[in-house]
């Protein structure tokens, strides 16, 4: 981005002395941010309401002894509240966000116009069917797209998140084999590189799971999978592209030799961006797949919103299905919710109502917005960013695996920091002192120091550039014996390192007057 900067410097100076502190901890425009309930006091008011006139009585011992206890603001003070907290994180909205095993950089700004159309965000998912017949046809005509892009005969909608399309999927499994006699199945396998949500699910369904073992080259061991499919596996979970950014070349023959044995295949496909357009996962073999609409279809993500995992299914599952689904009747679109006649196998609900309608919006708005040829660049356009970023990125940092090209995500290893002093966390946090947010660390767990990047199909050449240009001259410094910029980093963040573990083990979430504003937050 550049700024018409006549007069006014737009970068910071790099003369200035960088151990300059502020008197009153702000920082550039950037004020020391209290806590709200600090800044506000408890008398204070925003707004001006005439004394009420009631009775006490009326409220028996109900009546209020104490203040409420929450802080008064007015609305500038509540309104820069936010604001100031806002600008002391990134955003997608900020910069490349190179995650990885994440997805969706940007959402287009068209699927938010529509998802605020009135005739959707203002729905009651109680209204009468006969009033909500465009919003039934734009899930109708949702599900038609996933299932042409996935050449799977049926989907389920009601799912919130990818984990909760695993939880679908496996309790579509279950009830596939409890229907066909084969509840003795009680184990799943399970590659090494899975994500972390793939083990949990199976666990949570009463499965127990068994690994996989993955070859040199970062695919699933056919030897070892075939070894372990005995006759009490339900399933197999595997992710494709995996989650070390590489197409699972033999899943034709992982799909066969599942079935073979009775077993169903159930693929993550969180990472279905990476092949949208190009392939098929229903003529892969796969029985069972959840879609991450935040992930594949630009609907905001983590903090952005509520995700939405719709999960195709094959022929064998489409019966077992969850409530509800669109069909059409004499009187319209009708939602199914019953399980009788048709549904009577459908194993049940996954969540009350129809799922996450705005998400509904947003994808099918992205979806046709693209158009089918637009989809399936998408898909290209993100796997040659990521090939590019492992190309220039290979001149100073070790790509977990070299040979042959990555998918939709470049993975690095640790191996090119090795007797720098330097590790894969501190390289992540002097990113953040480059303008950077780190990739993925650390994640998948079969690759040392793992660095997963994953750059998306938006983001331009020169953004690209930015980044390689930023991380190769950091790898450059940590090979020159650099390491206090790392040690220390990140210098320039509103927050400096923080005890990462204790935050997560120990998080305090509520704020006591006793307690100070650096003790909550840190
Ligand atoms: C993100 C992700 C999931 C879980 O999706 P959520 O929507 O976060 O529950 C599962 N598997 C893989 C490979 C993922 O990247």
């Not at 009680?186 to 949990?200: E, M, Q, Y």
């Not at 960013?385 to 995500?409: V, W």
């Not at 927050?495 to 504003?517: C, F, H, I, N, V």
Request: glycine letters at 10%.
């Amino acid at each position: 981005m550049s700024m018409l900067n006549v007069g006014r410097p737009t970068r910071p100076d790099a003369a200035a002395p960088t151990a300059h502190q502020s008197l009153s901890g702000g920082r550039g425009l950037l004020q020391d941010e209290p806590l709200l309930f600090e800044l506000g006091g408890w008398e204070k008011t925003g707004v001006d309401l005439p004394e009420p006139e009631f009775d006490a009585a009326d409220l028996g011992d109900l009546v209020r002894a104490e203040p409420i206890g929450l802080a008064g603001l007015s609305e500038p003070e509540a309104v820069r509240h936010y604001v100031r907290l806002s600008q002391k994180n990134h955003a997608i909205d900020l910069a490349l966000y190179p995650l990885g095993s994440c997805t969706m950089k940007h959402n287009p700004r068209l699927n938010e116009r529509m998802a605020r159309l009135p005739g959707f965000a203002d729905l009651h998912p109680l209204q009468p069917t006969s009033t909500t017949q465009g919003a039934l046809a734009l899930m109708d005509r949702l599900a038609h797209w996933l299932k042409t892009l996935t050449g799977m005969p049926a989907v389920a909608l009601s799912p919130k998140a990818g984990a909760h399309g695993e939880l679908c999927g496996l309790l579509c499994i279950k009830a596939a084999h409890e229907a066909a006699g084969q509840g003795h199945r009680r184990r799943v396998l399970v590659p090494t590189s899975a994500h972390g949500t793939n083990p949990a699910t199976a666990a949570f369904v009463g499965y127990s799971v068994t690994e996989i073992a993955q070859t040199a080259d970062g695919r699933v061991d056919l030897a070892d999978l075939e070894a372990k499919l005995g006759d009490d596996v339900a399933a197999i979970m595997v992710t494709n592209p995996n989650t070390c950014g590489l197409f699972e070349r033999d899943v034709i023959e992982i799909a066969r030799i599942t079935h073979a044995r009775g077993a169903y295949f159930y693929c993550d496909g969180a990472n279905f961006n990476a092949i949208v357009g190009r392939v098929r996962p229903g003529d892969l073999g796969v029985d069972a797949m959840h879609i991450n609409l935040h992930k594949t279809f630009s609907t905001p993500h983590g903090g952005g919103g509520p995700g939405a995992g719709p999960v195709v299914l094959s022929e064998a599952l489409a019966a077992f299905a969850p409530a509800p689904w669109v069909v059409s009747g004499p009187d319209g679109l009708q939602l199914v919710e019953e399980a009788v006649d048709d549904a009577a196998q459908a194993f049940g609900r996954m969540s009350a109502f129809h799922g996450q309608m705005g998400m509904f919006v947003r994808a099918y708005a992205y979806m046709r917005s693209h158009g089918a040829d637009g989809l399936r660049q998408v898909a290209e356009d993100a796997v040659l960013n990521a090939n590019y970023i492992k190309a220039r990125l290979s001149q100073e940092m070790t790509p977990a695996f070299p040979d042959g090209p990555c998918m939709h995500e470049a993975l690095f290893d640790d191996t090119w920091l090795e007797g720098t002093g330097v590790t894969t966390l501190d390289f992540a946090k002097a990113m953040i002192d480059e303008g950077f947010h780190p990739m993925t660390m650390y994640f998948p767990l079969v690759v040392h120091g793992a660095m997963l990047i994953e750059p998306t199909e938006t983001e331009s050449k020169a953004e690209l550039d930015r980044f390689c240009e930023a991380l190769l001259q950091l790898a450059k410094a940590a090979k020159a014996g650099d390491a206090d910029r790392f040690k220390g980093a990140p210098y320039l963040a509103p927050m400096r390192r923080l005890d990462e573990t204790q935050a997560a083990r120990k998080p305090k979430l509520t704020w006591k007057p006793e307690s100070g504003t650096a003790q909550a937050a840190e």
